[in-house]
């Protein structure tokens, strides 16, 4: 012990350094959001040269409207993908939960929030009973989410009826992807967003200041914020821009789900980057058995994790009923597997213990972007399942050899 270097309290390394770690890491293989940025640029340029109507203003507006669903349920398997599991049944346990809410409310219509609240806890008693076969008796969650994959439709059906289909009465469910803010509030939403970016990079400098530990400059913090603040005020000016088509019938602001969508990546980056689950987690994506001698509760840590996963899902299913206004036995079928790309192409590890909620997010802009823009270009559905399967797997292929490559530095090391 006595060859340790103590480190300085508040010890900060140039911002040059910090540039020269981040290139080191992307030679051994950690490549971050890297993959998804630079898929987003070149959807950019490919869908705005073949159809004028990509870059419009209304199609922006409906593209971050689009993305909501998707990234609500890729945020979701995030946290199973971490622990190097998998949820086939969150986009089913979502449409079950929704099912039975709409249903709950043609009996009880003045009591929509309890009713939604019970879809909820739905949603929680699923991914408890995924996780307590997962984590209790060990069966595959390939398997156990498979087979709930298979019967909720079912289940579906049977409450819904014959026809398979039941229209959303609740105003305040429909406004959500319908309606949007006032021009103002697009503003203080910014405002509030920056500010809740700027305590956290503080806060984080000093926790580890007081834990003695390396801090970044802060130099990169309001750097940080003030892109976030450029890239933020860029995208309120065009949202509140009048993008109707109809002179009289103008339609302006920030889309009402964007703040709930803003507020789910918040909780969720705090609870998984900033919180012992959160480190807990990461450990038993890692290493489950370093991480059960460190004494974590492995079991606990799983069940937790699928949970949340199903939990959130129902978000997720809130902005699909939303959005299409009913909710259909065939709910949730193919978004998870969206969902599951979309978090591949952020850069979450689908053997674990890597990846990060805002890189997901990404990853669900570019899976959300091939489906408007085939769509833009008139080209059957069929195209968009052969390449977004496609996109899956050059991002699979791109995880495995990173890992492989990260893995030999290591060794070299």
């Known amino acids: ?7 300085k309290t508040g010890h900060e390394g140039s911002t040059a350094d910090q540039f020269k770690a981040y290139f080191s890491r992307l030679r051994a293989g950690e490549m971050g959001a890297v993959p998804a940025v630079g898929a987003m640029l070149l959807l950019v340029i490919l869908f705005s040269s073949l159809s004028p ?21 890729t945020v979701a398997l995030v946290f199973v993908i971490l622990i190097g599991e998998i949820d086939l049944s969150a986009g089913v346990t979502a449409g079950t ?15 929509w929030i309890w009713n939604l609240a019970f879809a909820f806890l739905v949603g929680l008693a699923v991914g408890w009973f995924i996780g307590f076969f997962v984590a209790k008796i060990g069966v595959p969650s390939f398997v156990i989410s498979l087979a709930l994959y298979l019967a909720l439709p079912g289940v579906m059906l049977i409450i819904l009826g014959e026809g398979g289909v039941l229209r959303v009465e609740v ?51 309001w750097i940080k914020v003030a892109a976030s603040g450029i890239l933020g005020a860029a995208a309120i000016v065009l949202l509140n821009t009048n993008r109707s088509q109809n002179a009289f019938m103008p339609i302006a602001g920030v889309p009402l789900v964007i703040p709930m969508v803003l507020f789910i990546l918040f909780a969720c980056t705090f609870l998984l980057d900033r919180t012992r689950f959160g480190r807990h987690l990461f450990a038993v994506g890692g290493n489950p058995e370093a991480a059960r ?15 949340i996963c199903s939990t959130l899902a129902m978000m997720s299913g809130v902005f699909n009923i939303s959005r299409i206004g009913n909710v259909e036995s065939s709910a949730g079928r193919a978004i998870v597997l969206q969902g599951v790309a979309a978090a591949v192409v952020g850069g979450v590890s689908l053997f ?12 669900a802009f570019v899976i959300a972007m091939i489906d408007n823009g085939l769509g833009l270009l008139g080209i059957p559905a069929g195209v968009n399942f052969i390449v977004t399967g496609g ?14 490559r990260s893995g030999a530095s290591l060794n070299r090391t």
Not at 53 to 73: H, K, R
């Open 1 to 7: 012990m006595s060859d340790v270097v103590p480190i």
């Open 53 to 73: 109507y990509f870059l419009t203003t209304l199609n922006i507006a409906n593209l971050f409207v689009q993305t909501a669903t998707i990234l609500t349920m």
């Open 97 to 111: 939960g929704m099912a039975i809410f709409v249903k709950m409310n043609q009996v009880l219509p003045q009591y």
């Open 171 to 221: 105003p305040e469910i429909k406004a959500i992807m319908n309606q949007n803010l006032p021009g103002w509030a697009g503003w203080a939403m910014l405002a509030v967003c920056l500010v809740i970016t700027t305590a956290m990079g503080l806060w984080d400098r000093g926790r580890r200041i007081k834990a003695q530990l390396p801090v970044r400059p802060l130099t990169l913090l």
């Open 293 to 307: 001698r460190a004494g974590i509760k492995v079991a606990r840590i799983r069940m937790m994790a699928f949970i």
């Open 352 to 363: 674990g213990g890597r990846g990060r909620v805002a890189h997901a997010a990404l990853g």
């Open 391 to 404: 996109v899956l797997a050059v991002a699979a292929t791109v995880d495995a050899l990173a890992r492989r």
